[in-house]
């Protein structure tokens, strides 16, 4: 596959592209983004050299990306998933917005209480006040910044925005917590939670009567009681929505945002037996089966583009919203802290 790739840092992506291009030239984006995924979890080498751990997962679909267009490796993310998703939204830094820990699924709850009423006083630095109720795109709302959300800008200038997958920008019942609300044409299964009730269709997604939750992922009951791993039916779904625009001639913009490979880690069952016949535990081989499984998501997708025609007027940015899972994998990483 022969491609010239256009590559834009995530700033770039605030910009109304629309009003400074004429519209058939103006370019398609995607952005591809991971849930904790580390530096060394890709055969990509985002350091100095190829380290053994690079040689552990194979992703040829983003080495072939990265091949194709620019990598970049000194850049900045938060430690956890909020904040760098309200800043890719934003614009904005962390230090700006005031979010700076995750948001919870309830309104004005904040993560960093605990159930001792003085632990906010033992510690040795005091916590600020921070946005925990994340971004809103209207104002009005206590512990929140007021955004102009930048899918709302492409949109306004004639794109065609789609999310996929998970959001995280806001709780429950604040207006960002509704990607329509947030300037996309078109949602599925984007909602409030950092992470999936399960990734397996036997488990509907966490859709059961014994295990439903906020956690669990919505609008995607075509999948139910199916062999599916969440990863490759949020690819179906996507790949589906683009049908639309290219069909008549319209730029989109889609936000693909996975939930792997941030826990719970369950295996992808198209690649986990063949890191068992490498060797590896069964912890291990569910993560690295996962991190394949988002590889193979890049490499359909992509594929899917070339077959439309699209591919060379379409940027594609690949990024983490923070780093690795930081639990040992050979006790089988169901945990997250």
């Known amino acids: ?51 053994p751990f690079n040689l552990r997962h194979d992703t040829p679909n983003l080495a072939a990306l990265a091949e ?40 004005d709850w904040n993560p960093d209480a605990t159930d001792t009423p003085s632990a906010q006083e033992k510690d040795v630095l005091n916590r600020t006040d921070w946005n925990i109720n994340g971004i809103t795109p209207s104002g009005g709302l206590d512990r929140a910044v007021h955004v102009t959300p930048y899918p709302q800008i492409l949109k306004d200038n004639g794109y065609y925005t789609i999310h996929v997958g998970k959001g995280h920008w806001a709780p429950n019942g604040t207006p960002a917590a509704n990607p329509y ?26 859709n059961t009567p014994e295990k439903w939750n906020f956690f669990s992922v919505q609008n ?8 599916t791993h969440l990863t490759e039916a949020l ?17 989109f913009y889609l936000n693909f945002c996975h939930h792997a490979v941030h826990t719970p880690i369950h295996r992808d069952p198209r690649f986990f037996q063949k890191y068992v016949d490498r060797g590896m535990d069964e912890g291990q081989a569910r993560f690295a089966s996962m991190c394949e499984g988002m590889d193979k998501s890049l490499g359909d997708l992509m594929a899917y ?13 690949f990024m983490s919203d923070n780093g690795g899972n930081s639990e040992n994998l050979s006790k089988g990483g169901e945990r997250h802290t």
């Open 1 to 51: 596959m022969k491609t010239s790739l256009k590559t834009l840092s995530s700033l770039a992506l605030a910009a109304p592209l629309a009003a400074c291009t004429p519209e058939e030239e103006r370019p398609n984006i995607v952005l591809f983004l991971i849930d904790d995924l580390g530096w060394l979890d890709t055969s990509v080498a985002f350091g100095e050299e190829v380290y």
């Open 68 to 107: 194709q267009g620019a990598t970049m490796t000194s850049a900045y993310v938060c430690p956890v998933s909020t904040p760098t998703r309200t800043s890719i939204m934003s614009g904005m830094h962390a230090a700006h917005t005031r979010i700076t820990n995750y948001t919870s699924v309830n309104k």
């Open 181 to 206: 609300n947030m300037g996309f044409c078109v949602n599925v299964a984007g909602q409030v939670a950092g992470k999936p009730r399960s990734y397996y269709g036997e488990e509907n997604y966490g």
């Open 220 to 227: 995607m009951s075509e999948y139910y009681g199916t062999s």
């Open 235 to 251: 690819t179906l779904e996507a790949i589906k929505t683009l049908d639309y625009p290219i069909d008549n001639g319209m730029p």
């Open 305 to 317: 583009l070339e077959k439309r025609g699209v591919l060379d007027n379409t940027a594609i940015i």
